[in-house]
């Protein structure tokens, strides 16, 4: 998964999450054979005792991390320097990371079990591909989020993966109306694409299991055309692993205490265990369309419905 500087950044103001290590959790160096950029590495993890790899990294540089573990609740998460807030945190974005890094540093890539999983004392082995690249050395694949700008078209393609299920996400994101088209794959009865025509374009999208059982859902992000660029979202939650349903997000106008001083230019992200949707506060008064200069951050958990799946608001923060 490409997680540009930008969305790393935003990261930092979304979630503020300081997540969970355990205290003794082993401490280990990564080091790079003579002449190459890459290691792979394994090892074993048991209870509440994880590991932790310290690597050193500089500014612009991207790393890419690929985790393969014998037990599905085994995840890294990889920290900046200096910091207990990660920049990537694995339960809900998946087993791979790549990213340009903010900072000079040493970066801490920590492998742990989740808590149900450590508190029954389970184990897990896994392998840990580390590379480091400069900037001008990374190319982009397929399996990758990319904007590839062709005349005046920019596709959207991106590949997601989380606990065996896959989605291909695409759309031509040209012009003020699109398809989006999400392919699923693994799912053990109905692996059918599912269309849906969009006002906007994708800015983005996400893997994650926000209410952890075992089934994933894709969050996909659309900007809606306009000064305003009102944000919008497609989600779908693999049922019980077996087919896609959608999931229902409520409009904001629904909530008259949530939707004041609402303009526009919203942001999603999928924090931990949550959907975050954060957006500036603007003035009520006639005429007026300036910021107020503070934003408002709603926190979604994923909650079952009469139908569907639906997100609920946990929490609201202005700030």
Partial sequence: MK????????????????VWAGEDNRQESVHFAKGTSAAVLSGKIKGYQGVDYHLSARSGQTMVVSFKPSNRSAYFNVLPPGSLEAIFIGSTLGNHFEGELPVDGVYTIQVYLMRNA??????????????????KNTAATASQASLVTTGSSSLFDKKLELQGIQFHITSTNQGSVNILRIVPSGLEIDNAAMEKSINGTITGAEVADLNVDGSPEVYVYVRAPGDQAQGSLVAYSANRRKSLSEIYLPPLTENEAVSKGYRGHDEFAVLE?????????YQESAGKTQPTGSMRQLQYKLIPGEASWQLKIDQILEF
């Fill in 3 to 18: 997680i540009l500087l930008t969305c790393l950044l935003s990261a930092y103001l979304m979630a503020g999450a300081v």
């Fill in 118 to 135: 450590a508190r029954r004392n389970e184990s897990a082995s896994y392998t840990l591909d580390v590379k480091l690249a400069d900037e």
């Fill in 273 to 281: 265990g949550v959907l975050g949707h954060r957006f500036p506060i």
